[in-house]
């Protein structure tokens, strides 16, 4: 490309996109990918900012696919993951979108209310008698 020739631009398909931007849910390849929302990022960044300062996280990550996007969280950067807070476009019957699983694979909530579920993440130790 030369100084002098323009810059092309493509245009945008006509139509308006209403609601979630299509950039946001669709992938490289024109399929649909799972991702969270602003309101549920702002939910699992409070937990996450409160558990930061408290010493007890250091570091997360986000993956986002097809079927499922998740929230991995680690005390350290160079470790497994602590939890994994996931979001699935294909939960069983019965049971939520948002799940809450520990480093042993082990489920700790279900459900379809993301606060209810990061409740789990929060609750502290507790003297027992």
């Known amino acids: 490309m030369s100084e002098s020739e323009p810059i092309r631009f493509c245009p945008r398909p006509a139509g308006r996109i209403t609601g ?4 946001a849910t669709l992938g490289r390849d024109g ?3 799972t991702s969270f929302d602003r309101d549920e990022l702002a939910a699992i960044l409070a937990v996450y900012g409160r558990k930061v300062a408290a010493g007890e996280w250091r ?3 986000l993956d986002m696919g097809r079927e499922r996007a998740v929230f991995s969280i680690f005390r350290r950067a160079s470790e497994y993951p602590l939890y994994r ?3 699935s476009t294909r939960p069983p019957r019965r049971h939520g979108a ?3 699983v ?3 694979g082990l489920i700790l909530k279900r459900g379809p209310d993301l606060k209810r579920v990061l409740s789990v993440l929060d ?4 003297l027992v008698d």
Do not use: N, P, Q
């Open 123 to 126: 609750r502290g130790l507790s």
């Open 85 to 87: 807070i996931e979001k």
């Open 98 to 100: 948002y799940s809450v």
């Open 102 to 104: 520990a480093a042993t």
């Open 31 to 33: 399929s649909s990918i």
């Open 59 to 61: 570091d997360y990550t």
């Open 20 to 23: 979630r931007s299509r950039l």
